[in-house]
């Protein structure tokens, strides 16, 4: 009976200890180096020091595991910019202002965020960013709620609310997905744009050598 006990303890404390292995294995990265994506952001109030910010654009300069290496640039009200480098880790949560997380998360996913702890995915949606329909999914922490394309894990949206002062930022352009027209793709747009004006071209010339003959 003893035995049998001892055996039952220590799978307990293999299945404890292996636990958060399995957990940091279920962290998907999204994003891939030459990604980019820049904000819009506005803001009423006054603003704490240097978060009177109104552009931003953040690049994927490399990935090694779950660390991302970003180039960021800021622009603040009085038209100075800011450039800096900073260094993401997805499995220790180091996220900066939540602006990469895992991806492909579901309603009620977790993950986690050195300043904030465990974030809960509060709900996934369709909306449309950057000209394209995404998958989005969201969360609140403190005073903000973010949006995160569900795809990248990138953040596409963040409304802060505070007593002195409200913040907006969202995204205006990226590389990462082409803008849609009437609902397609843009290059498969002009891709459909052009073989039809092939086609109409080629009818006509068409007719107009029969016409000759």
């Known amino acids: 009976m003893d035995r049998k006990l001892a055996v039952t303890i220590a799978l307990l404390i293999v299945l404890t200890v292996s636990a958060p292995v399995t957990i940091s294995a279920e962290i998907s990265v999204g994003v891939k180096q030459g990604d980019w994506i820049e904000y819009q952001v506005t803001f009423t109030g006054t603003p704490a020091p240097g978060h009177d910010v109104t552009w931003g654009r953040m690049e994927v300069v490399g990935v090694q595991g779950k660390a991302i290496n970003l180039a960021i640039s800021t622009k603040f009200s009085n ?3 800011l ?9 220790t949560g180091q996220l900066g202002d939540d602006f990469i997380i895992p991806a492909n998360l579901n309603s009620g996913g977790t993950f986690f965020d050195k300043w904030q702890g465990n974030m809960t995915i509060s709900g996934v949606e369709e909306r449309t960013y950057a000209g394209a329909k995404r998958t989005i999914v969201s ?4 005073n903000t709620t973010y949006y ?3 795809a990248t894990g990138i953040l596409v949206e963040g409304n802060s609310s505070y007593t002195e002062y409200t913040m907006h930022t969202k995204v205006d352009k990226t590389n990462m997905w082409q803008a849609q027209m009437f609902g397609l793709d843009s290059t498969v747009f002009y891709a459909l744009v052009i073989g039809v004006a092939v086609i109409i071209v080629a009818v006509i010339a068409f007719f107009v050598v029969r016409r000759k003959k």
Not at 83 to 89: A, P
Not at 139 to 142: E, F, H, M, N, S
């Open 79 to 81: 038209e100075t910019l």
């Open 83 to 91: 450039n800096e480098t900073i260094t993401l880790n997805l499995e």
């Open 139 to 142: 969360g609140t922490a403190q």
């Open 148 to 150: 995160w394309d569900k």
